[in-house]
């Protein structure tokens, strides 16, 4: 399995603003939603596209199109960088899997699963942080379990070393795509230096 770190200085520059503690709800959610939309960009440069014909006002034109795609953001975090993706293919369906952490054990626990036919789709699974990797695994896991799909593709903000290996062990075939490979996870599961919590900070809850 790759893990590809996107190197770009717009992804670079607003990820900095996103690890900074000052930054406001509403600009993080700004931010945030800007930074998916690089790593989408990214996570679909190499899939398959399909020849079509289309009828422009002057004459036929051929073109090449993405075959179907499928967001799946593990929630709640992953809603913020579920828009960019709606925004840049209008047509996605869009799957949800509800995951929270187990503070004590740090195993996820699932509390809400709903996605569309995933047979012969490419989905791209959104989690902003890869920490210990148990909830990214587990999310991967539900949507193999739903189906058959072409790709799986893991895209995060932030990865530590732990959930990389984690997700690599688990599924070897999943290529992940984040912003930043970071240096390692606390002894409470959150990715050093990371950017703290980033379904609060997104949503204003701490």
Do not use: W
Request: proline content about 9%; aromatic content about 4%; charged content about 20%.
């Amino acid at each position: 399995m790759s893990v590809t770190v996107v190197d770009h200085p717009l992804a670079e520059h607003l990820l900095v603003s996103l690890r900074d503690r000052t930054t406001p709800p509403p600009v993080f959610r700004t931010l945030a939603k800007r930074l998916a939309l690089a790593l989408a960009l990214e996570a679909i440069r190499d899939l398959p596209t399909v020849e079509v014909a289309v009828q422009t006002p002057l004459e036929p034109a051929r073109g090449r199109t993405l075959g179907d795609l499928v967001a799946v953001p593990i929630l709640r975090a992953g809603l913020g960088m579920l828009e960019a993706v709606t925004e840049l293919f209008p047509e996605v369906a869009v799957g949800y899997i509800g995951l929270e952490r187990d503070e004590a054990s740090l195993q996820p626990q699932s509390y809400y699963r709903k996605l569309p036919p995933v047979d012969d789709r490419h989905v791209l699974v959104l989690d902003p942080m890869l920490a210990t990797g148990g909830s990214g695994s587990a999310a991967c896991t539900a949507v193999k379990e739903a189906g058959t799909p072409a790709s799986i593709r893991f895209v995060c903000v932030v990865a530590a070393p732990e959930g990389v290996t984690r997700l690599q062990g688990d599924h070897p075939d999943i290529p992940i795509f984040t912003a930043a490979l970071d240096r390692q996870l606390n002894d409470h599961g959150y990715i050093l230096p990371g950017l703290g919590d980033f379904g609060d900070r997104l949503f204003g809850t701490e």
